[in-house]
């Protein structure tokens, strides 16, 4: 038996969003493609982004926006490609180096962001791991220094880590991903690897980064380091650490989460004291405004937070963050919330806050006049940063059909 649902696209979109803003239902070119190469301002930083001083006024202006329902709605299929450096380690009995240190399963661990991630985005985003490249090698650092294991292990009693961060581009150049990318339409590369490997949580390049988003006083906002601009798309390359657990790996995307909504909404600034744009409300503390309530917080602090990473604060709050499943209206009562509310844990904490993402059809309006417009749906900005990923679709047949190696029937 067939059963068919009713997209999204049908059944959520508002019809008073659209009020003269384009409508353009074809999904598969990203409209920041048509946008005049801007140059970037401000001083580069060590994370390749270009800064410019804090209250610096610049000559910018956000692009032309134009709302498509096929962007906003739906399924989207995102390609992944997991790249483990795990080097044997002849030393230690030809033991993997994730073995030998009883440290966690990156294979397991990236099944399990695939699965938060789709819980969050109430399935927006459906990401495909494409490849697991399990790699007996250490990464090379932008000076061109490379870990052997004689270094590595005798370095791991010190600490004294040799300093330089890796090198994206060496990633993607050693294991032909440039080429993969481009070809097969792969927008994200997941690394794992230990201590002293040197590569940063989150990384990301944007191509004309400077004409799609406004310039930032803040060098962690935007983190290209060398990520080849041969790339053709906007491409995210996580780095976890397969020595700390699942909690720490989706507090890396939550990193990633804060850095995209500041340069998509707040223009590239992060500072809920003083701004009003959707991320810099979202991301209101209560810390910050003694006696008022609370919105959602951020990876460091939740709403009853009192310090970073105090995720287990039993300390009861007012808040607006159940207010934020009507966004943009956010008009409502403050309710109290404590740590209970995601189970007084760091993993419960950063899977509360990826739900409270707003994901509705159409757009929302802020600043002076109204003046500002952008997606409703921050997944958009979040993973589909080029609005180009292709909708998700299931497999051809309608037949239930088993693995080869599905053991016979037993005779009943």
Known sequence: MRVFAPSLAVCLLLASTAGSIAQDTDPVRGTWRQLEQRAPIGVEAPTGSHVIAKDQQVDWQRPPFTYREAVATGRKHAKVVVVIYDPVLEAKEGQRLQQWLGASDPFEFSRILVDVIRDASWGYVNYQIVDFLHLDAYPKKVDGFRYDDDRYLAVRESKDWQPATTSYRAVFEENGLIERCNREGITEVWMWGADGFHFDEFAFRIPNRAARFGPSDNPWLYRPYDIPEELDR???????????????????????????????????????????DPWNVFSRLEMDFEGTPSMVGNCHVPPNGQRGYDYDNPRRVLSWADNWANYPDLRGDAAPISSWAWGKNQFGYQRWLLGKLPKGPGVVRWGDDAEHVAYRNWWVYVANTDEELPGWRGPATDLLTLPAAWPPASGR
Not at 245 to 273: K, T
């Open 234 to 276: 906007t491409t995210w390359v996580m780095g976890f650490n397969m020595e700390v657990g699942a909690d720490n790996m989706v507090h890396s995307y939550v990193h990633r989460v804060e850095s995209i909504c500041a340069l998509a909404f707040g223009d590239g600034r992060w500072d809920p004291q003083t701004r009003r």
